[in-house]
């Protein structure tokens, strides 16, 4: 498609560069849209969630769980006398609750803690807050392009359809597989500000670095919407006014690492990765198959 820009003297904006799914050069060029109004936030979400701690409510430390068999053996023993001697209180107030709760009818759980509560003493739960998780990033932009001219109507018709192409998962041309979809095209999105003083329209685009920076992002919505106000055409029947919304979401997750390499900072391989590579360059050929080792041991 070579590249497209809105409009032609295009200055701050943001830049769209389609690329075949799983890597590979992007051959088709970029599309160059002005920015739009609104700049989305980048938001960055971390999935947290409250449970028991397991070796904390033993009243045992990891070392102690994890020591010899023997000496593992006579801690948890000894665990296990000093747990059932502490729950005999709590056995106690949960027997009464089940008897007042026959003869009151007040439900056992709030009777029992009314009894702890007596005895000046509450369940500790061992809660304490675990990471599961990071959420992908997603990034929704809006342009308003209103064309001035005829050629524009086009330019923006060419832009339109060319996201559309390429949000598109295609066909499948192998014989076994008719019916199956081939993945559509990802996404680097950037946001680009002028150079004063340089004429050329490449070089004067730089990547803004006080904005995000997204990383390989799938085009999950395309949005067009015609005419904005009200119906207007140009002579070509053309519309003047063409909304196009997008959403893109980034499909590998926001790590330290990742966000060091962002920011230009070396990667480094520390701890368990380090470990793991020279796993993966130690695997038996004959069990996993030539290829597969051969690219554990160049692929890292």
Not at 11 to 27: E, I, L, R, S, V
Not at 63 to 87: E, F, P, V
Not at 171 to 177: A, C, H, I, K, P
Request: glycine share 10%; with cysteine.
């Amino acid at each position: 498609m070579g590249d497209l820009k809105w409009p032609d003297a295009v200055n701050d904006c943001m830049k769209y560069t389609p690329f075949p799914h799983g890597g590979g050069p992007a051959g088709a060029g970029s599309i160059y849209i002005q920015m739009p109004n609104e700049i989305p936030g980048d938001i960055r979400g971390y999935d947290w969630s409250p449970g028991e701690d397991a070796i904390s409510a033993t009243g045992m430390s990891l070392s102690d769980l994890t020591g010899g068999a023997m000496g593992a053996a006579n801690k948890i023993g000894g665990y296990a006398i000093k747990r059932g001697l502490a729950g005999v209180g709590d056995k106690v107030a949960e027997k009464l609750g089940e008897i007042s709760e026959k003869r009151t009818g007040i439900d056992k759980e709030e009777l029992t803690k009314a009894v702890n509560r007596r005895r000046g003493r509450a369940k500790n739960t061992h809660e304490e807050w675990f990471f599961n998780d990071v959420e992908f990033r997603a990034f929704e932009f809006s342009h308003e392009l209103l064309a001035h001219d005829e050629q524009e109507t086009n330019d923006i018709k060419h832009i339109v359809e060319a996201l559309q192409i390429f949000a598109s998962p295609g066909l499948s041309t192998n014989g076994l597989e008719f019916s199956h979809f081939t993945y559509p095209a990802e996404w680097e999105v950037s946001f680009l500000t002028a150079v004063a003083g340089d004429e050329d329209f490449e070089d004067h685009l730089v990547v803004n670095p006080y904005l995000p920076k997204l990383g390989r992002c799938v085009l999950k919505d395309v949005n067009v919407e015609y005419f904005g106000e009200g119906y207007a055409l140009f002579v070509n029947k053309a519309p003047i006014m063409v909304k196009i919304s997008l959403s893109f979401q980034e499909i590998h997750k926001i790590t330290s690492t990742s966000f060091s390499a962002e920011k230009g900072a070396p990667a480094t391989v520390t701890g368990t990765l380090g470990q793991a590579k020279t796993a993966l360059k130690s695997l038996d050929v004959n069990s996993i198959g030539a290829s597969v080792a051969d690219w554990a041991t160049k692929g890292l």
